[in-house]
C-alpha cells in the first residue's frame, strides 16, 4: 500500500496480506477494517486483550471520502467502530488544518481531524502519530502546546520516538 508499485522497487520481494475482518494473535483480538487513503487500500487496526483497547489508524486519509463537517475530511464509520472507546487511538497527523487544501492529495490526515475523530469516538487518549518529516522537534512541540487538553477527554499526546503507554 505504498505509491511505488512493487515493480517500482529492487530486489525480489514477497508480500503477505491482511484482509479486513477479525484475526486472533498470541491472545489478542485484532479487527482489522479498510479506512479510506487515495491511491490504494489501508487498513485500521483495533487491537484488545480484554481489557485494554488500542486503535491504529496509520496513512488515513479522511479527505478521500469527503471534506466533512470541518473540511479536515469524513469521519468514517469504519474509523469510527475501530477508535469506539479505546484506550488509546495512534493516529496519522501529518498536517496542519490549513495545510489539508494543499496536500491532502498526499493521503495523511490532519491533527485537527485525529482529535475530533477520538472525541467523536470517545477515546481517553489520541496519540498522534506519522509526523510531517519536514517538521521539526521545536514545532512539534509547538503543536503540543496548542493540543494540551488540560483534563478534557480525550487527552491529547504528540508521539515521541521511545515513549512507552501503560494501559
Sequence with gaps: HFPIPPSGLRGAWTFG?????????????????????????????????????????????????????????????????????????????????DEVPAEAFFGHAAIDYAIGLGRRAGARRVVLTHHKPGRTDAALDEVAKGVASGGAQPEVIVAAEGEIFEL
Design 17 to 97: 496480506t491482511v484482509k479486513p475482518g477479525p484475526l486472533k494473535a498470541e491472545g489478542f483480538t485484532i479487527e482489522a477494517r479498510a479506512i479510506p487513503h487515495k491511491g490504494g487500500a489501508t487498513l485500521g487496526y483495533r487491537v484488545s486483550d480484554g481489557s485494554s483497547v488500542i486503535a491504529y489508524l496509520p496513512d488515513h486519509c479522511p479527505t478521500a471520502a469527503g471534506p466533512g463537517p470541518e473540511g479536515w475530511g469524513e469521519y468514517h464509520a469504519a474509523a469510527l467502530e475501530l477508535a469506539s472507546g479505546a484506550d488509546l487511538l495512534l493516529h496519522d497527523a501529518f498536517l496542519l488544518a
